[in-house]
T-cell receptor
Framework: DSGVTQTPKHLITATGQRVTLRCSPR?????VYWYQQSLDQGLQFLIQ???????AKGNILERFSAQQFPDLHSELNLSSLELGDSALYFC??????????????FGPGTRLLVL | DAKTTQPPSMDCAEGRAANLPCNHS???????VYWYRQIHSQGPQYIIH???NNETNEMASLIITEDRKSSTLILPHATLRDTAVYYC??????????FGDGTTLTVKP
């Protein structure tokens, strides 16, 4: 158990819908990272937040957005969902320094299926 | 971001050492080498990381070449539970981590 929690574990929805994935980092961690893992693309970095502020952005679509709240939990919002958005979504957190070289600890993931 | 290249798959006999190579020829001076593994569809698990020197912890050893263009992860006594996809990643302070396709390690009895 990494100490990172993600909800829900599974999510089934329809195309065009909007969903919110939630992540709680390890106690004391200030950075949260989001990753997408689909069958044909491996693990793709989406975005990083540090203490409520966006720190780095990867291959995140405009239909996706994220935020980190004052209590440090983070939400990833996916809208206008398409079949290709079906994937595992992982959240990771790292130590308070906020430096990217810190070890990231991953949550169990949310499996999203878009029908 | 520096890219990594790993063999797609490897086999190892149970109880033997597993040596997983990684090439990162474009690594820059401030980038660390990290290794993670993923068992089935679970969240990736941190194994070890290093900058220049060889590192060892309770899970594995990391050997980084002097020119830092490649590294090897060593699992000293592989068990069946070490069967997983192993990812070699380089990361700098910009925050982006590029995961390649990884190496699928199969430990056989």
């Amino acid at each position: 158990d990494s100490g990172v929690t993600q909800t829900p574990k599974h999510l089934i929805t329809a195309t065009g819908q909007r969903v919110t994935l939630r992540c709680s980092p390890r106690s004391g961690d200030l950075s949260v990272y989001w990753y997408q893992q689909s069958l044909d693309q491996g693990l793709q970095f989406l975005i990083q937040y540090y203490n409520g502020e966006e720190r780095a952005k990867g291959n995140i679509l405009e239909r996706f957005s994220a935020q980190q709240f004052p209590d440090l939990h983070s939400e990833l919002n996916l809208s206008s969902l398409e079949l290709g958005d079906s994937a595992l979504y992982f959240c990771a957190s790292s130590a308070p320094s906020g430096r990217a070289r810190e070890t990231q600890y991953f949550g169990p993931g949310t499996r999203l299926l878009v029908l | 971001d520096a890219k990594t290249t790993q063999p797609p798959s490897m086999d190892c006999a149970e109880g033997r050492a597993a040596n997983l190579p990684c090439n990162h020829s474009t690594i820059s001076g401030n980038e660390y080498v990290y290794w993670y593994r993923q068992i089935h569809s679970q969240g990736p698990q941190y194994i070890i990381h290093g900058l220049k020197n060889n590192e060892t912890n309770e899970m594995a050893s990391l050997i980084i070449t002097e020119d830092r263009k490649s590294s090897t992860l060593i699992l000293p006594h592989a068990t069946l539970r070490d069967t997983a996809v192993y990812y070699c990643i380089v990361r700098d302070d910009a925050g982006k981590s590029t995961f390649g396709d990884g190496t699928t390690l199969t430990v056989k009895p």
